[in-house]
């Protein structure tokens, strides 16, 4: 059931509205065997189910607390329509608590209405592929049999099962995402005093990585996280925190290093730049929070845009995927067909989004084609010798500069070349 008509005529088509590879030939694969069928209306699908599987949007709140009218609206549908021995299963990520209260919402044991928290893990970009390789199935709930029924139904896969309460089960899974936004932040800071003593994040992160207690993954030094789970789960933890009487200190640390992440990026393109913008030509490569997807929620390029734009440059931007959206989203930006458009006459390059497209970019070609010859890499994903070898001055996060680049541009001063260095 999805209650907008053009995302349902989407689906019911075979056509995934949000950009998720490998989607849509399941989808069409589904339609096209009747073993996916859409609708708008709530009350069509509650005859003769007896599981429902809640996936409705929990986005924040102004205030930190997580919107669950959604939720809501639908429990109370079910309290009104759904049959008795139904196994409700909340799959949205919801505020410790939830759970017991749905339960109560629907009658209880009254009605024998179960519920059963049942968190997903899948990571944008690459969900398919997390649903057959999943570290674990979570799955809580206090019935035993409509627990033992999920697990049947819902893990064919046979990925380790935990089994918990559900409000055990729902802080899983906001204690995994906020533990992993705290991780990215510190490896973070980490990077940014590496900026300041001249050592290289990566060889830092690969030392810590190896360390079986800490583990290499999300050790990834750059802009930092967005999307539509981290940033929303971190401040829904740390306002359940403070709606009970505690302040979640280290996950306000957190969400403080992941914004000012954004606008140290800035600075490190107005020092790349001379300090100052105005008038310049930023080329950004990459404007969805991470690769494989259009999601452009607390996408790190909005903050950067904005305050590239407010402070005088004109920022050309490209994506392959998420331009659509960022076009709603950054009136005051410039959206080229293809990278190399975007850095014609380019002052600097931002690497924001690290797709594998720029990966593979043909820096020689680009060298002729920007103003100047300076990149700025957010993701640490580019190789610093190859474009050093074509003449740019590169600035990443963490990551001291080229001895050879920086001895090129310090023996053109001492001759005195005209050459623009950069």
């Known amino acids: ?20 590879p490998g989607l849509d030939p399941l989808l069409r694969q589904g339609i096209d065997a009747g073993t996916l069928k859409v609708t708008t209306q709530l009350e069509s699908v509650l005859t003769d189910h007896k599981v429902l599987v809640l996936a409705v949007g929990t986005p924040s709140l102004p205030d930190g607390r997580t919107d669950l009218r959604a939720l809501d609206a639908v429990a109370a549908g079910l309290a009104e329509h759904a049959e008795a021995g139904t196994v409700v299963v909340i799959k949205s990520t919801v505020p410790p608590g939830t759970g017991r209260r749905m339960e109560r919402q629907l009658g209880g044991d009254a009605r ?34 409509a627990v033992s029924r999920v697990v049947r139904l819902l893990n064919p896969f046979n990925v380790p099962v935990v089994r918990s309460g559900n409000t055990e089960a729902e802080l ?105 913008l105005e008038g310049r030509r930023i080329a950004m490569l990459g404007l969805a929070f991470k690769p494989g997807t259009d999601d452009m929620r607390q996408a790190p390029s909005l903050v950067i845009a904005e305050r590239l734009v407010e402070l005088g440059a004109t920022v050309v931007a490209h994506d392959p995927a998420a331009m659509s959206a960022a076009k709603l989203l950054l009136p005051q930006v410039t959206f080229a067909a293809d990278p190399y458009s975007a850095m014609e006459g380019a002052d600097l390059v931002a690497l924001v989004t690290e ?30 010798a190859n474009l050093a070898a074509q003449g740019f001055n590169y600035h990443g996060i963490g990551r001291p500069p080229e001895t050879e680049q920086w001895d090129r541009r310090e023996t053109a001063q001492l001759a005195g070349s005209a050459a623009d260095p950069t």
């Open 1 to 20: 059931m999805e209650t907008d008509p053009q995302r349902s005529a989407l689906i019911g088509r075979g056509e995934a509205p949000i950009h998720e």
């Open 355 to 384: 797709w594998p497209e720029y990966l593979d970019i043909d820096w020689q070609r680009a060298a002729s084609m920007v103003r100047r010859r300076v990149v700025v890499d957010g993701r640490n994903c580019l190789n610093q």
């Open 172 to 276: 899983i899974k906001y204690g995994a995402n906020a533990f992993l936004a705290m991780k990215i932040s510190f490896i973070n800071e980490i990077a940014n005093l590496c900026d300041h003593v001249d050592a290289n994040i990566d060889d830092v992160a690969a030392g810590m990585g190896m360390d079986a207690r800490i583990g290499a993954a999300s050790l990834r030094a750059g802009l930092g996280f967005g999307g539509s789970c981290f940033p929303k789960d971190v401040v829904a933890l740390e306002h359940a925190a403070r709606s009970e009487g505690f302040t979640f200190w280290m996950l306000r640390a957190a969400m403080e290093v992941n914004e000012q992440q954004r606008i140290r990026f800035v600075q490190k393109i107005r020092v790349a730049l001379g300090s100052s």
């Open 112 to 145: 024998n209405l179960r519920v059963v928290s049942c968190p997903e893990f899948l990571r944008e970009g690459s969900a398919i592929a997390d649903i057959a390789h999943s570290d674990r199935f979570v799955v809580g709930g206090s019935d035993e049999a």
